[in-house]
């Protein structure tokens, strides 16, 4: 015990007052206590002591595994419109990935609906890698404090006959378009098809569970326009549909008015 309380001391005369601000803004910038000590020669020992001496929060052993920064922020209220679109495009095609190797937010789409990704990622401020493979672009960030926020929020794992359309709590009444508008963009369409007359027909139509349909549902009805839900045929789903061009008109500019993204 003495030999190393000496050592440590002789480290740490070791360390300019220049050094001290270098240790301070690289533990800032993400860089690991270890890694520092090893640029300076130190123990980590020695590193974590400057960095409580200066008043800076040591990362938690979660937070020090975090290769790639993001804005772990982001969903902590949901105050904009941006927020609630990404939100909604998440209930709608992301996921809560849990297993070994990483518990956090996993979207997976088409490589064709590539931008969407892309643009979350740029809302997030991520620095994590959106990867393609057999016509799946994937976007993962395995962060524990994320994944618990996003469960807190009401996402959730293997969520196709479950998920809950969000609370007021969670989705102000003047976002809900907008999250609608995200949740449409995951898990909705535009059909067109032609009747026996020969006549052309378009739908706006979302799948998801009941919950979600009928609270998207009730929401048009609230502003003045129509819509119908039926059940979809695997007798778990329901189908929340808008007919005719006039008001599948009225919806898509209604929900696209002053979007984000």
């Given at each position: 015990?003495?030999?190393?309380?000496?050592?440590?001391?002789?480290?740490?005369?070791?360390?300019?007052?220049?050094?001290?601000?270098?240790?301070?803004?690289?533990?800032?910038?993400?860089?690991?206590?270890?890694?520092?000590?090893k640029l300076f020669n130190v123990t980590n020992t020695t590193i974590l002591r400057i960095l409580?001496?200066?008043?800076?929060?040591?990362?938690?052993?979660?937070?020090?595994?975090?290769?790639?920064?993001?804005?772990?922020?982001?969903f902590n209220k949901i105050n904009t419109a941006e927020k609630a679109q990404v939100l909604g495009f998440i209930w709608g095609d992301g996921y809560i990935r849990q297993n070994k190797y990483v518990y956090g937010l996993a979207i997976g789409i088409h490589e064709r609906d590539f931008k969407y990704l892309e643009i979350i990622k740029n809302c997030l401020e991520s620095e994590h890698k959106i990867k393609i493979k057999n016509k799946l672009a994937t976007f993962v960030i395995s962060n524990k404090i994320l994944a618990e926020k996003l469960t807190q929020l009401g996402c959730m794992n293997n969520k196709s006959f479950i998920i809950k359309f969000p609370s007021e709590d969670v989705i102000p009444n003047h976002l809900i378009k907008f999250f609608i508008l995200g949740f449409f963009e995951a898990n909705g369409c535009i059909t067109f098809c032609l009747d026996k007359m020969g006549y052309r027909h378009v739908n706006v139509n979302i799948c998801s569970t009941y919950d979600v349909c009928s609270k998207i549902l009730e929401f048009w009805h609230k502003i003045g326009y129509g819509g119908t839900l039926s059940c979809h045929k695997n007798g778990k789903n329901y189908i929340?549909?808008?007919?005719?061009a006039k008001q599948v008109n009225l919806f898509l500019k209604y929900i696209y008015e002053n979007c984000s993204f």
């Open positions: 015990y003495i030999f190393l309380y000496i050592y440590t001391e002789f480290m740490n005369q070791k360390i300019t007052e220049t050094q001290y601000k270098e240790i301070n803004l690289l533990y800032k910038n993400n860089n690991s206590s270890c890694k520092i000590a409580k001496k200066n008043n800076i929060k040591i990362r938690s052993l979660s937070e020090s595994q975090q290769k790639y920064y993001f804005n772990k922020n982001y929340f549909s808008l007919g005719g």
